[in-house]
């Protein structure tokens, strides 16, 4: 069974099950399956799940809903992160 999303362990076939209850985009795949959820949010496993989904439904992948960025409301300093 291969791993789609390291970070937050989702396999192949977790993804495929949703695409073929009707989820066709990235958000809502994220959302129910947590894939891109992880530490690198999205970075590594976004372009699989776009795949999946392609190879599931024959969508182009141009024609793939990507997730949606969502800057935070209110500014962070690095300087109050860094304090341990």
């Given at each position: 069974?291969?791993?789609?999303?390291?970070?937050?362990?989702?396999?192949?076939?977790?993804?495929r099950?949703?695409?073929?209850?009707?989820?066709?985009?990235?958000?809502?795949?994220?959302?129910?399956?947590r894939?891109?959820?992880g530490?690198?949010?999205?970075?590594?496993?976004?372009?699989?799940?776009?795949q999946?989904i392609k190879?599931?439904?024959?969508?182009?992948?141009d024609?793939?809903?990507?997730p949606?960025?969502?800057?935070?409301?209110?500014?962070?300093?690095?300087?109050?992160?860094?304090?341990?």
């Amino acid at each position: 069974m291969r791993i789609v999303c390291r970070c937050e362990d989702v396999n192949e076939e977790e993804i495929r099950t949703l695409v073929r209850e009707g989820y066709h985009s990235i958000d809502e795949i994220k959302r129910l399956a947590r894939a891109g959820m992880g530490y690198c949010q999205g970075r590594t496993c976004k372009r699989l799940v776009a795949q999946i989904i392609k190879e599931e439904t024959g969508a182009s992948l141009d024609k793939i809903e990507h997730p949606r960025v969502r800057p935070p409301i209110k500014p962070v300093s690095l300087k109050i992160l860094s304090r341990g």
